[in-house]
């Protein structure tokens, strides 16, 4: 499928699902080199990191746990510049490894409040971990551990990326056809 429409958009494939699945590889490779012999707790931003948690997940060959927090920053195509925290974390991370997970980060809003959140927990490290990154929308000092794909300014949707909540289903990830 190389073209979609989601709600009243446009949307043609930006990466598709091979391409995609390459770049966790290389994550989840980074990742197992970098703690190996460690337990690792993983913290999974929902709803856009559902499917790059799953797909990670499986290549990593480390003792490890998963967690689940729910943020929300997005109104549409446009971030809020707000994050409000709808699940929160219910792990004790005191000195555990801990990695977190996202699905694409632009602006760095979202996983400034979170690194904020974990440091006062006092975790033994803490490492981020995305499947996008858009360096030339990024406004923060945070260091980005592993990244998959560094991608342009663009608004996309599909493998966990929606639009109003829809086209997260897709395994290929969609880029906004611009009229």
Known sequence: MRKIKVLDKDFKIFISAPDIKRAIQN???QINSDFAEKEVLFISILNGSF???AELLKSIKLDCKISFVRLSSYAGEKSTGEVKEIIGLTD???DKHVIILEDIIDSGLTIE???NQMKQKKPASLKIATLLFKPQSYLKNIKIDYTGLEIPDEFIIGYGLDY???GRNYENIYALIKK
Request: avoid cysteine; hydrophobic fraction near 55%.
């Open 51 to 53: 499917m790059f948690t």
């Open 164 to 166: 109003n909540g829809y």
């Open 27 to 29: 994550v989840a490779l």
């Open 92 to 94: 004790d991370i005191k």
């Open 113 to 115: 409040n979170v690194i």
